[in-house]
């Protein structure tokens, strides 16, 4: 699948903007005053920023709005109502820190939920996916949510538990390359059963359809840079996970602010390998994958 | 409503024959040529006439080579469009409710005036069926030439998809497949199946199997004539350079 810049800095900034709110609405880092405006600010920007940035993919986002009609069947509906409903729910929490309010916290938690709710959603948009077998795996969301939480725990300066969920992101990573390796093959189709030619026998290309580039294959049949997949492996697991973990448990805020740019550019890397590793079956028909 | 209906009236589709398509694209020509002029943005090229020329098509053509256990390798051309799947993955996924199924006639079809052209349902198709078109920004998908199919306008032979009506060798077919009696039907009992079934698309349009190809006579075309004894000079000749 073709790694949009748009998307992978929407899906990495959104889930640390999530993370990170999550962390202050149930209290974690107490902030009060005018710190507490620009530290609530820093979370609505990335949140923000982030869904801002993935309009940026759209043929016409002009009609962005219409996207909130269908979360009856769409993940991506879904998306959009769980987000705007969080950053809802979070702004009284915020202006409570700033202006110095108390929230229930019954409020807090269902903000909280709300924030991981979103990632879930963002999360699904892929792993619903049939098509793409390596997104197809109840593994994707999991991954998708400790990212978000890891992040946000470092960013709430919170040592322990960001060292705890950097370590299962680390474990949630390699498991998900290990079995993202073999869901193509799990998946069980071939140019023998896309083509329905295999009662014959084995299928090749002859010829293909068109000689010019398409929008399938530029979309769905992205096969550049896969060559370098194993060393960006270790970059991504070693800068979005080990690293920041060993620096959180050296501790400091220092250290943990530093890390967070350590793990953001590891998860940079882990993003634009989800989709520069995801083939998609249509490249059957055209003999690749 | 990007919910599928439970059950549509029809099942309008294609019985594609791969037996008899001979690969001319005389289908993907009459395509583009329909669906750059009526229903919709027109299907844009870019860089046409230079290096790198690209387009959006709603229906391609390939060219298989099968080589079976034994025997020869046969070329088999298949065309390949939107199926427009009982169960279509690219309708559910779509969050403006522009891609959607027809109750009446079980056409997939996409609003494009609802179009955010976020590419979800082209995703969501394993048959590659959508493609965005580059110029207007929005989902361009076979739609079964729903501008033809019901346009009294047009002669009656004419009702029926561009591919279907330009296709020299009779190799397309449409019909209801909801009518056990139609004619798709009928061919798709025979000869029919399912691309990816694994998938749970449940296409409408069926594919049908390449026939069995005649089995080559072992013996020699020329065998009639092997065992004819040479006569009179020729005799005298075979004779001789037999004896050298």
């Not at chain 1, 293909?208 to 492996?233: D, S």
């Not at chain 2, 427009?84 to 891609?99: F, K, L, Y």
């Amino acid at each position: 699948m073709h790694p949009a810049p748009s998307v992978i800095i929407f899906s990495v900034l959104s889930g640390l903007g999530f993370g990170f709110m999550v962390f202050l609405a149930l209290g974690f880092l107490p902030v009060a005053g005018g710190a507490a405006f620009w530290i609530w600010g820093v979370g609505y920007a990335l949140a923000v920023g982030g869904l801002i940035a993935a309009t940026a993919h759209l043929g016409n986002p002009q009609r962005a709005l219409k996207a909130f009609s269908q979360w009856r069947s769409s993940w991506l509906s879904r998306e959009g109502w769980a987000a705007v409903l969080a950053l809802f729910v979070m702004a009284p929490i915020a202006l409570g820190d700033w202006l110095g309010f108390g929230v229930p916290f019954v409020w807090r938690g269902l903000a909280a939920a709300l924030a991981l709710v979103t990632v879930f959603c963002t999360a699904m948009i892929y792993a619903q996916i049939k098509a793409v077998p390596r997104w197809h795996h109840w593994l994707t969301p999991v991954m998708f949510m400790t990212f978000s939480l890891a992040g946000g725990a470092l960013l709430a300066l919170q040592a322990v538990l960001a060292f705890v969920l950097l370590l299962g992101l680390a474990v949630v990573m390699l498991v998900l390359f290990y079995v993202g390796d073999r869901q193509f093959a799990r998946a069980g189709q071939s140019m023998e059963t896309a083509t329905g030619l295999g009662r014959i026998g084995k299928v090749a290309v002859f010829e293909q359809p068109h000689t010019g580039e398409n929008y399938l294959l530029r979309e769905m049949i992205f096969v550049v840079g896969r060559k370098h997949g194993q060393k960006l492996r270790m970059i991504a697991v070693l800068c979005a996970a080990v690293l920041p973990a060993l620096m959180a448990a050296v501790g400091g805020a220092g250290l943990l602010l530093a890390a967070v740019f350590v793990h953001l550019v590891g998860a940079f890397a882990a993003r634009w390998l989800f989709f520069a590793q995801a083939e998609h079956v249509v490249g059957l028909y055209y003999g690749k994958r | 409503m990007t919910c599928l209906p439970g059950h549509t009236q029809k099942k309008l589709g294609l019985a594609i024959d791969l037996d008899t398509c001979v690969g001319c694209h005389a289908c993907v020509t009459a395509c583009k040529g329909w669906n750059d002029q009526g229903y919709g943005a027109p299907l844009s090229d870019q860089d046409a006439y230079g290096a790198q020329p690209s387009g959006t098509f709603l229906n391609r053509v390939h060219s298989y080579q099968v080589q079976p256990d034994e025997g020869f390798a046969q070329i088999i051309n298949f065309p390949r469009s939107c199926l427009h799947c009982e169960d279509a993955p690219c309708v559910t996924v779509c969050p403006t409710g522009a891609s959607y199924k027809r109750e009446e006639d079980g056409i997939v079809l996409v609003n494009e005036s609802d179009c955010i052209g976020c590419g979800l349902c082209a995703w969501a198709c394993p048959y590659g069926a959508r493609e965005m078109d580059a110029d207007a920004g929005v989902m361009k998908k076979c739609t079964l030439c729903v501008d033809r199919i019901y346009n009294e306008n047009l002669p009656e032979e004419d009702r029926e998809p561009a591919c279907v009506r330009t296709c020299p060798t009779g190799a397309r077919h449409f019909g209801d497949f909801a009518d056990p009696d139609s004619k798709v039907s009928q061919l798709a009992a025979k000869r029919g199946f399912d691309l990816m079934p694994d998938m749970g698309t449940r296409p409408v349009n069926k594919y049908l199997a390449p026939r069995p190809k005649d089995k080559r006579s072992e013996a020699s075309l020329l065998a009639p004539l092997l065992d004819i004894e040479a006569k009179g000079f020729a005799g005298w000749l075979d004779r001789v350079l037999g004896k050298i």
